[in-house]
């Protein structure tokens, strides 16, 4: 059973910045897409961007697009998310997920493996 672990999370001030880490605990993740996930209080669970297995494609939703970068390191099968000019809307639990099928999907139903999630919270 693959697991993730999420670190990196906390609080900071509008206009700081970030960076999240997912580290797999099997090999075979090198091989799937991974994403970033976060959902607000009441609030769907939204793709912010998602990485292809070799890091060629990603994805970015558009309230992230300049601001967010996600990478991997398929040697330590630990995914990224660098998240600078951060703003009170971007303050949700944060979630990593892999995909076992897919060359760069982004919708939840397409993720098997879920990490636990790790909370920003970015004051205005």
């Known amino acids: 059973q693959v697991q993730l672990v999420e670190s990196g999370g906390g609080l900071v001030q509008a206009g700081g910045s970030l960076r999240l880490s997912c580290v797999a605990s099997?090999?075979?993740?090198?091989?799937?897409?991974m994403a970033w996930f976060r959902q607000a209080p009441g609030m769907e669970r939204e793709c912010v961007s998602s990485i292809s297995w070799d890091g060629a494609s990603t994805y970015y939703a558009d309230s992230v697009k300049g601001r967010f970068t996600i990478s991997r390191d398929n040697a330590k099968i630990t995914v990224y998310l660098q998240m600078n000019s951060l703003k009170s809307e971007d303050t949700a639990v944060y979630y990593c997920?892999?995909?076992?099928?897919?060359?760069?999907?982004?919708?939840?139903?397409?993720?098997?493996?879920w990490g636990q999630g790790t909370q920003v919270t970015v004051s205005s």
């Open positions: 099997e090999r075979a993740v090198r091989m799937y897409a």
């Open positions: 997920a892999a995909a076992v099928r897919g060359r760069l999907p982004i919708a939840p139903s397409e993720y098997r493996y």
